[in-house]
């Protein structure tokens, strides 16, 4: 069955720095890989998805993810940060076509003005 | 496109009780999620559907949790005889095919006294 591991629970960055959220997950084929985002009492939106082709796929609000085979990791970038992109992040993962998608436990972003 | 809706918003209950929650997700999408979340951590796969047929339910949900779909609409979700490890948002999701971005409800957050 697939998985997916955040290993940091927080993240403090300065605003206007960069930013990398760390993704892993684990299943045999390439999967489908998502990064969501949920801001302090709103509902969870899609910042970007990832199912074959260009590794480095472009997502909403300035993101992007690339997707690394061989390091079974699936990474979220932004090169500047704003103070409206604190919020908690979620990686998620589908198998297959025709299976389910899970999530990972998230990463809480702090941004320190 | 209304958006995936859920009802109640809120619930409390006293242990023992049986719930039951409904999701209407967007009209076209013929896939739904169930998923529950607690604070600080990541949405918990519950079980999902295509159309009116349920794919999957978590092997880690107990017998007390029961949700159906009849004619591919909108969704229940039934707890049976509440306990306190219940409390949770419980969040549903649709799309409109496999691995698909999500919409999510805003959820209905249930408190088991």
């Known amino acids: 069955a697939q998985s997916v591991t955040q290993p940091d629970i927080h993240i403090t960055v300065s605003e206007g720095a960069s930013l990398e959220l760390r993704c892993n997950y684990s299943y045999g084929a390439t999967p489908y890989l998502f990064w969501y985002v949920q801001s302090p009492g709103q509902g969870l939106q899609l910042l970007l998805k990832?199912?074959?082709?260009?590794?480095l796929v472009q997502g909403i609000k300035g993101f992007e993810a690339e997707f690394k085979r061989s390091q079974s990791s699936f990474n979220l970038r932004k090169p500047s940060v704003h103070w409206s992109d604190a919020a908690e992040y979620f990686c998620a993962v589908g198998a297959n076509r025709d299976d389910k998608i899970i999530f990972g436990k998230g990463t809480r972003l702090h941004i320190l003005p | 496109d209304t958006g995936v809706s859920q009802d109640p918003r809120h619930k409390i209950t006293k242990r023992g009780q049986n719930v039951t929650f409904r999701c209407d997700p967007i009209?076209?999408?013929?896939?739904l999620y169930w998923y529950r979340q607690t604070l600080g951590q990541g949405p918990e796969f519950l079980t999902y559907f295509q159309n009116e047929a349920q794919l999957e339910k978590s092997r880690l949900l107990s017998d007390r949790f029961s949700a159906e779909r009849p004619k591919g609409s909108f969704s229940t979700l039934e707890i049976q005889r509440t306990e306190q490890g219940d409390s949770a948002m419980y969040l549903c999701?649709?799309?409109?095919?496999?691995?698909?971005?999500?919409?999510f409800g805003s959820g209905t957050q249930l408190s088991v006294l």
């Open positions: 990832y199912f074959s082709g260009d590794t």
């Open positions: 009209s076209e999408h013929n896939r």
């Open positions: 999701a649709s799309s409109r095919g496999a691995l698909e971005k999500l919409f």
